[in-house]
């Protein structure tokens, strides 16, 4: 696909839950190999418009394409959901491997599932992105065996074994203890260096302002602030999201006064 096409385009989706409109009429576009970091209070609708990136959540209305599939149509299909699954990874809070399948099985069941690949072309897949994330040793290891840290990072190569062109990440940090949140953005950072098209919503302001090249601020449903990700934390123009960056020790961040 040209490159000069955006990896994704959101124009003016909305998402309601009942009477509660948590997403207000969003646009804007995820070029190919960019890094973009989503922030904003718990509750302002960034988690929200990451799954409807991968239609784990359907968009009211507006206009949403993903790698050149048109989520917002009406005759959306099983097949096309297929398609953007495989194209498509998303590393979520909690892990979500299956704890009664080891590392490897973890790892090579969609490939095999979904991707038709055979046994062997499964596993050296799997073993090529555990060596990329340093878990080649823990393989044979179940989900319980393993410490938070590297339960997200098996997720992390289990989405890389589709050979996803875009990754979604939805505060892939939030639930690991502060010891090892650090093993984690390292892989990020790494994928990010290599050209990886990623999405991450994210509390840790210092990857944001280093690893990402735009940051989207939300607030309430709406996008209050956007831009470059270095001059967006550092300097922000808004009164909202100077104050949220205030409450994530904003004097550690060298915002200008």
């Keep these: 696909m040209d490159n000069s096409t955006p990896a994704i385009l959101f124009e003016n ?21 960019e890094v973009v970091a989503v922030i904003g209070a718990s509750g302002c609708g960034k988690s929200t418009l ?24 009406p005759s959306f299909t099983n097949r ?24 490897l099985e973890n790892l090579t069941l ?40 590297q339960k997200q990072r098996a997720a ?3 989405s890389l074994c589709m050979n996803p062109q875009v990754m979604l990440f939805d505060e892939p940090t939030s639930a690991l203890d502060p010891e090892l949140v650090g093993e984690v ?14 999405v991450v919503v994210t509390h840790e302001m210092q990857f944001a302002r280093e690893v990402a090249h ?6 309430q449903g709406v996008v209050v602030e956007q831009g470059p990700a ?13 104050t949220f960056l205030s409450r994530l020790n904003g004097r550690e961040l060298g915002i200008k006064g």
């Design 110 to 149: 969609a490939p095999r599932k979904v991707l038709g690949k055979s046994a062997k072309e499964s596993t050296q897949l799997a073993g090529f992105y555990l060596e990329k994330v340093g878990l080649f040793d823990k393989a044979s290891a179940y989900p319980e065996q393993l410490s938070g840290g």
């Design 80 to 103: 096309q959901l297929r398609e953007l699954r495989t194209q498509v990874g998303m590393v979520f809070q909690q892990f979500n491997l299956f704890p009664h399948l080891s590392v």
């Design 50 to 73: 990451l799954r409807c990136f991968n239609r784990l959540e359907n968009i009211d209305c507006g206009r949403l394409v993903v790698n050149g599939i048109d989520l917002s149509q």
């Design 185 to 198: 953005l390292q892989v990020m950072q790494q994928l990010a260096a290599e050209g990886m098209t990623m």
């Design 13 to 33: 989706i909305e998402k309601s839950y009942g009477s509660l409109k948590v997403l207000k009429g969003i646009t804007g576009e995820i070029k190919r190999g």
């Design 230 to 242: 270095a001059k967006v934390i550092s300097n922000p123009e808004s009164d909202r999201l100077r």
């Design 156 to 158: 992390i190569a289990r």
């Design 214 to 219: 735009r940051v989207i601020f939300l607030d």
